[in-house]
């Protein structure tokens, strides 16, 4: 049970009511999540200060939009913040966006059972940097593989997806905010 009381939707004014709900791409037409329209319990944390909810979901938002990966990197490498800060929450919620991009189970599995050489190269390359910026182990090295293939400003975009995720973790870690169903498991074999 959560160390807080979640903001109820009831509780806010109904026109920040909408913010409650998924960080998906639900604004747009063409892309369809299972996360669309759900109100989900990471943002009934942030409700209990509605500043902090609008300035996070803009910011999430902004993140999410620009940093310039295709939608099978990024959840790639949410999964992989995820994993590696053993946050189940977002890796949950991640899992089902992941399948919604087209991404098949097998790819999430080598994130989570760490058999990078599963991945394509690039794929590969960005969830290594993932798992050593989150450890704070980013050396030279990894660097320059990483550099090899994304541009500076979306090596920015990574490192700040990460950050974000990562911060996220620690934030539903100290609050203990539960997930909204059963766990996909870090393995799938809920899913």
């Known amino acids: 049970m959560a160390r807080i009381t979640l903001a109820d939707p009831e509780d806010l004014p109904l026109e920040k009511r909408p913010l409650l709900d998924s960080l998906s791409d639900a604004d747009d037409p063409s892309v369809e999540h299972s996360l669309e329209g759900g109100t989900l319990n990471v943002y009934r944390a942030l409700g209990r200060n509605l500043s902090i909810l609008e300035g996070f979901r803009e910011y999430g938002s902004t993140v999410w939009h620009g940093t310039d990966l295709a939608p099978v990197e990024r959840e790639l490498a949410i999964l992989a913040t995820s994993y590696h800060t053993g946050m189940a929450y977002e890796w949950h919620q991640h899992v089902r966006v992941a399948l919604d991009e087209g991404i ?68 539903l870690d100290a609050l203990d905010v539960e997930l909204e169903d059963t766990f996909v498991g870090w393995q799938l074999e809920n899913l």
Do not use: K, N, W
């Open 104 to 171: 098949p189970p097998e790819p999430i599995l080598a994130v989570s059972m760490d058999r990078l050489d599963e991945l394509e190269p690039e794929q590969a390359r960005l969830v290594e940097y993932v798992e050593r910026y989150v450890a704070d182990e980013v050396d030279d090295e990894t660097h320059e593989r990483l550099a090899d293939h994304y541009a500076e400003s979306t090596i920015v975009g990574i490192g700040m997806l990460v950050s974000l995720y990562a911060g996220l973790a620690h934030f």
